[in-house]
């Protein structure tokens, strides 16, 4: 059966998967690359930008898991971009170039109803306007029984953690402080939504932590 998965989601010690006012420079907002520094130097960054080498460490090995029997993606609208409002023309299409990383199926979540927007290599950004329960039913249809991937960003991850369908998820906590941003953890009780951590493993450049929503809170669904 398809699994919903949080998969490379990189995490600062107090809790910012994201830093404040994110724009067109800051994708991240400002000084959030320190949250994704783990990945920079892995092979698997390297030639997802057309580049050769790179480390195959740890923090390679889980960043290229994140893109195994994956069929389906599902992101936030600030994820997909820094337009916000009602959407101005159909010119922004992602921060990714002509052909994003995403080979499948992306449910993008907006109050802003957009056409399908299709991607060189298999992308297809499809805006769900109807909110998280069928942005989820949407992507594990077009899933085909593979899983799905949320990808981001904090307030998205932030909601289905609340609605408890999260299956597992693996974050990249990272050693930073970042003190201001998009915390992911503020008022959530993640024990209490069942969550429990189930592995940790210590990369170069980040400590791997896998949490799984244990059975007795499995039929969230
Ligand atoms: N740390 C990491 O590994 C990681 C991974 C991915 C992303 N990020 C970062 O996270 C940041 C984005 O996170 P974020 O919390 O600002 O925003 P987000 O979760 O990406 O998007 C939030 C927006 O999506 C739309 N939306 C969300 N839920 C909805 C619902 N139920 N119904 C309709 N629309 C809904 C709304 O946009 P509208 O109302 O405007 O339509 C909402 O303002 C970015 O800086 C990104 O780079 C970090």
């Known amino acids: 059966m398809s699994r919903l998965r949080v998969l490379s989601f990189a995490v600062s010690l107090d809790g910012y998967s994201a830093g404040p006012r994110q724009d067109l420079q800051h994708p991240l907002g400002v000084g959030g690359e320190a949250l994704m520094e783990w990945v920079f130097n892995t092979r698997m ?73 299709r991607m060189a290599g298999g992308t297809e950004f499809r805006f769900v306007t109807d909110g998280i329960h069928s942005a989820l039913k949407q992507a594990m249809e077009a899933a085909g029984g593979r899983d ?7 307030a998205t991850l932030r909601q289905y953690l ?34 429990e951590c189930v592995e940790s493993v210590a990369g170069e450049r980040a400590t791997h932590v896998i949490l799984r929503r244990s059975a007795r809170n499995s039929n969230a669904l």
């Open 45 to 117: 960054w390297r030639r997802m930008h057309g580049e050769d080498g790179g480390e195959t460490g740890v923090d390679n090995r889980m960043a290229e898991q994140s893109f195994t029997d994956i069929g389906a993606w599902i992101l936030g609208r600030n994820m997909f971009g820094p337009v916000r409002g009602p959407w101005p023309d159909e010119s922004w299409k992602g921060w990714w170039g002509d052909e994003p990383p995403y080979h499948a199926p992306v449910f993008v979540l907006t109050h802003h109803p957009r056409p399908p927007l």
């Open 148 to 154: 799905v991937r949320l990808g981001g960003g904090v």
């Open 162 to 195: 609340q609605a408890g369908l999260i299956d597992d998820l693996h974050l990249a906590l990272r050693p930073v402080l970042m003190s201001s941003g998009e915390n992911l953890w503020h008022g959530l009780d993640m024990r209490a939504l069942g969550y």
